[in-house]
């Protein structure tokens, strides 16, 4: 099983970036994907998680409203589109991924599978 997540990068105050997570060897249909970040000097947060037919989103409350994650079955690709960002929101962004669902969606120990991160910078 590998993850590969991409489209980091910088933006100001107030933008929007949208990133991947590309899924290969398994049942894309049947995964649950979740983000999660970790900014310098602090531990990796819960950010989003969403059920593998998509019945079932949560969010950390710090981002409720801003970032939206979703993702496309045909593609075995997840997505988290982050809008109106903040410095806070800078950081390295992980996607995680399960087989099924869990009720612990928001623990990090609960995902098997890692990609390798991507840094979003949010500065003027």
């Known amino acids: 099983v590998q993850l590969q997540a991409s489209g980091g990068g910088s933006v100001q105050p107030g933008g929007s970036l949208r990133v991947s997570c590309a899924v290969s060897?398994?049942?894309?249909?049947?995964?649950?994907i979740a983000w999660f970040r970790q900014a310098p000097g602090k531990e990796r947060e819960f950010v989003a998680a969403m059920r593998w037919n998509g019945a079932r989103t949560v969010y950390a409350d710090s981002v409720k409203g801003r970032f939206t994650i979703s993702r496309d079955n045909a593609k075995k690709t997840g997505y988290l589109q982050m809008n109106n960002l903040e410095p806070e929101d800078t950081a390295v962004y992980y996607c995680a991924g399960r087989t099924g669902w869990t009720i612990s969606f928001a623990q990090s120990y609960e995902y098997g599978y890692w990609g390798q991160g991507t840094l979003v910078t949010v500065s003027s």
């Open positions: 060897g398994v049942t894309f249909s049947n995964y649950a």
